[in-house]
């Protein structure tokens, strides 16, 4: 029977950003408690499993079992057909995410976390800050009591709402999507395929994320503004009818994705709030998973300095702006600008990155240099920029 806690740091929800942020905080001297509403971590996987090799390894090392497929570039493949492919040695992994969310929760527990399953997190108790988190365990209702409490609660985010944090999110900056996880299929393992163009998916696009060269995850996302009424799914069907005909459906997973948004704050007195949870997401490529892992950690640490009285809770901002902002602002602008192309759009840009990279090679991917340098080399799409944004 599990009865009320107390300890230095409370973590709500066992995703990357809750997981690195209870071991981060816990490896660095606080004791923390992590709950996770799920019987199960890691289950369900709502989520394509790519990630950056440097988005990856510069939070957490790698283990092999956490890897189901390495990368090695990626085509993009335009609205009339035509193609770029583009090779970057180890630019990437597709994740076991289910293995990959257990490891990271296993690496928390053997500093010392205190993790409780089916434990969704139901109401906070607040003075002037939160004092608990009130704890539904199979009717019953629990204390959780710490000084710092992070939310890590995902795309939902009830904690940071609860804790009056303005959380809404326009239709304009979610994603609707959904995904395949499918086999049966012939597909060459060391690329990720993206596919652009309002037909296949308005204000979004399809990929196929291949886990070996005969399964995938297969999915669209869409801009739910721009889709005329259609959900996500219907544009997945159409997609797996004329790419993969003969593939064989293994699961099936449907989410949203929110946009950056830089006005969301990440602390308020003595809440954190990390991962998707912040909107910490790319806004053009939806990837959330190394800026979770990332969010997480220094989150993690900045509580641990603060339970230490050595640090106050703004340097955790302070600390993953400086590292992400420039990059995040970036991937808005662009988002912000795809999302209103047409077809011809997407096609002048494919031939732009066609001849950007006329080695088909890179060894380091800089987003915002690589906008920039594409931008001065073809000042067209700066005046296509500028008209779409006016649109
Ligand atoms: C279809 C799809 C495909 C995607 N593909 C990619 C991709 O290829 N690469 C990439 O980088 N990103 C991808 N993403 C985004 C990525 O999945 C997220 O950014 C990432 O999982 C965020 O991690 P997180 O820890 O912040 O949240 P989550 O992984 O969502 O974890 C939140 C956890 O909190 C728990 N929780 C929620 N509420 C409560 C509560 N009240 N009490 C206790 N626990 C609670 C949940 O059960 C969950 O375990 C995709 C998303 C979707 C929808």
Not at 233 to 259: C, H, N, W
Request: charged residues 25%; contains cysteine.
């Amino acid at each position: 029977m599990l009865s009320d806690r107390t300890c230095d740091v409370v973590v709500i929800g066992a995703g990357p950003a809750g997981c690195m942020a209870a071991h981060a905080a816990a490896a660095n001297g606080a004791s923390v408690v992590l709950l996770e509403k799920h019987a199960a971590i890691g289950l369900p996987v709502c989520c394509a499993e790519g990630i950056t090799t440097f988005g990856l390894e510069r939070v957490v090392e790698p283990k092999s079992e956490w890897i189901a497929n390495v990368i090695e570039g990626a085509t993009i493949v335009g609205p009339d057909s035509r193609s770029v492919t583009v090779y970057h040695p180890k630019a990437g992994y597709i994740l076991d995410r289910e293995i990959f969310d257990n490891g990271l929760a296993e690496m928390a527990a053997d500093v010392g976390v205190d993790i409780i399953k089916s434990a969704p997190v139901v109401g906070l108790e607040k003075r002037e800050t939160i004092q608990a988190v009130i704890v539904d365990i199979n009717g019953a209702r629990i204390r959780v009591e710490g000084r710092i409490f992070i939310a890590a609660d995902g795309v939902e985010s009830r904690v940071a709402h609860m804790a009056g944090i303005d959380t809404t999110v326009s239709l304009q900056n979610i994603d609707s999507a959904c995904q395949y996880l499918v086999d049966n299929i012939k597909i060459d393992r060391e690329l990720i395929t993206i596919f652009i163009g309002n037909e296949i998916a308005p204000g979004g696009y399809a990929w196929v994320f291949p886990k070996s060269a005969e399964r995938a995850n297969v999915g669209v996302s869409i801009c739910p503004a721009r889709s005329g009424g259609q959900n996500a799914r219907g544009y997945l069907d159409k997609f797996m009818a004329r790419q993969f005909p003969e593939s064989r459906i293994l699961k099936t997973m449907v989410g949203g994705v929110p946009k950056f948004n830089r006005s969301m704050p990440l602390t308020v007195g003595n809440l954190m709030v990390v991962g998707d949870a912040a909107r910490l997401v790319d806004s053009l490529t939806g990837a959330g998973i190394s800026n979770a892992l990332l969010s997480g950690k220094i989150a993690g640490e900045v509580a641990a300095g603060y339970i230490r009285g050595e640090a106050d809770l703004p340097e955790y901002p302070r600390r993953f702006m400086q590292l992400k902002s420039r990059e995040l602002n970036a991937y808005s602008m662009c988002g912000s600008i795809f999302v209103r192309a047409d077809d011809g759009d997407f096609c002048r840009i494919l031939e732009a990155l066609d001849s950007f990279f006329p080695e088909r090679k890179v060894r380091e991917v800089n987003v915002p240099d690589i906008i920039l340098r594409l931008v001065f080399r073809n000042p067209d799409l700066l005046k296509m920029a500028r008209h779409l944004i006016a649109r």
